[in-house]
């Protein structure tokens, strides 16, 4: 699914995936991972539980539980993909990844560089699935927290040593500010 398509339940969990422009490896190019916490950090203000997440160098997933019915995921995230490029821009600009940005400014579109965009950091588009049960939900975690060790990556030994995942928070009990635990939502049905 697209941004063109509204996703506008709230109460409900999203399973969402975000990648980078050309599938670019622009989170690790940038040392960008601080952006996308720093995201993570907004989403409570929009009022939007994390229930679950994994932060890979050219894409991410996010399991999210938007709780604000003027907040829909698309604006979400939006607004999080707009956030998260200024940083990544300013940081490969400190980087001196100019071979990067040029491809970056190469991929806006015409109509978006009319309006004063410079550099096109993200898929124009992103995934959400709405999980319509908990054992949807938990096989979406499941996928989310395996990532790192699964097909061409081996970004750890064990995916509960990723530390850019919420693995550690539910297979080991490790605390986790930004997460809401995916069972407390479950509770009050």
Request: proline content about 3%; overall charge negative.
């Amino acid at each position: 699914m697209s941004t063109h398509t509204q996703h506008s339940e709230i109460n409900q969990p999203y399973f969402c995936t975000i990648t980078c422009y050309g599938w670019l490896p622009l989170i690790n190019q940038a040392q960008a991972y601080e952006e996308v916490y720093s995201w993570f950090d907004h989403l409570q203000k929009d009022d939007c539980l994390l229930l679950g997440y994994v932060i890979m160098p050219n894409h991410m997933h996010v399991l999210l539980f938007p709780q604000n019915e003027d907040k829909t995921v698309n604006k979400i995230i939006s607004d999080g993909k707009r956030f998260m490029a200024y940083g990544i821009v300013k940081r490969l600009k400190a980087l001196g990844h100019q071979e990067v940005l040029s491809r970056l400014q190469q991929g806006v579109q015409d109509a978006e560089r009319a309006k004063g965009k410079k550099h096109q950091v993200w898929r124009l588009s992103f995934d959400a699935k709405l999980c319509y049960s908990e054992e949807m939900l938990e096989q979406k975690l499941d996928y989310i927290h395996r990532n790192p060790v699964s097909g061409k990556w081996s970004l750890a030994e064990d995916y509960t040593e990723y530390i850019h995942s919420s693995a550690s928070y539910y297979e080991l009990n490790k605390d986790n500010t930004y997460l809401t635990h995916y069972k407390d939502i479950y509770v009050n049905e």
